[in-house]
């Protein structure tokens, strides 16, 4: 396995991501953040998860969301 020691997201869980996030912010706020329906119609950590799987763009965002309360942790 190739180690990524620059890559804050290496080795780190999609769900363990989501869970972080909704943990810090709320889902209404993740909503607000990220427009997205999983978000903001019954939101469940599986929804999301299936969602995202699918869906690079909005992944993307998610992880750049996480990304950013990394940094702000520091």
Known sequence: MEEQPNNPLHGVKLTDILESLVNHYGWEHMALKVNINCFKHDPSIKSSLVFLRRTP????????????????KK
């Open 57 to 72: 763009w909005a992944r993307d965002k998610v992880e750049t969301m996480y990304l950013h309360l990394l940094r702000k």
